[in-house]
């Protein structure tokens, strides 16, 4: 059974930045496709971005392109998301997914293994 655990949320100014962390344990993490998602109060769940099995491909959603960064450390079964000029709207609950693919994936419906979320709250 995988496990994810997400870290590194917090409170930030408008403009700072944060880097999350997901860390995986319970299988092989290198294997698996992931990706990040975020929730805002009274909105529905949206795609960040993805990173494959490897870490050589990447994906973002339109509203964090050019700002967010994904990476992985396979070594360390951990996934981040830098996350820079961070602004108000990107205030939410940032879930990391997994799932054992070769490729990318940015539905939420084609992970089926879940963090229980970090929050983060940026302030204008």
């Known amino acids: 059974q995988v496990q994810l655990v997400e870290s590194g949320g917090g409170l930030v100014q408008a403009g700072g930045s944060l880097r999350l962390s997901c860390a995986a344990s319970?299988?092989?993490?290198?294997?698996?496709?992931m990706g990040w998602f975020r929730q805002a109060p009274g909105k529905e769940r949206e795609f960040v971005g993805a990173?494959?099995?490897?870490?050589?491909?990447?994906v973002y959603g339109d509203s964090v392109e050019g700002r967010f960064a994904i990476s992985r450390d396979n070594a360390k079964n951990t996934m981040y998301l830098q996350m820079n000029s961070l602004r108000p709207e990107d205030t939410a609950v940032y879930y990391c997914?997994?799932?054992?693919?070769?490729?990318?994936?940015?539905?939420?419906?084609?992970?089926?293994?879940w963090g229980q979320g970090t929050q983060v709250t940026v302030s204008s």
């Open positions: 997914a997994g799932k054992f693919f070769p490729g990318l994936l940015i539905r939420q419906g084609d992970y089926n293994y």
């Open positions: 319970g299988f092989v993490f290198r294997l698996l496709s």
């Open positions: 990173v494959n099995p490897g870490g050589e491909s990447t």
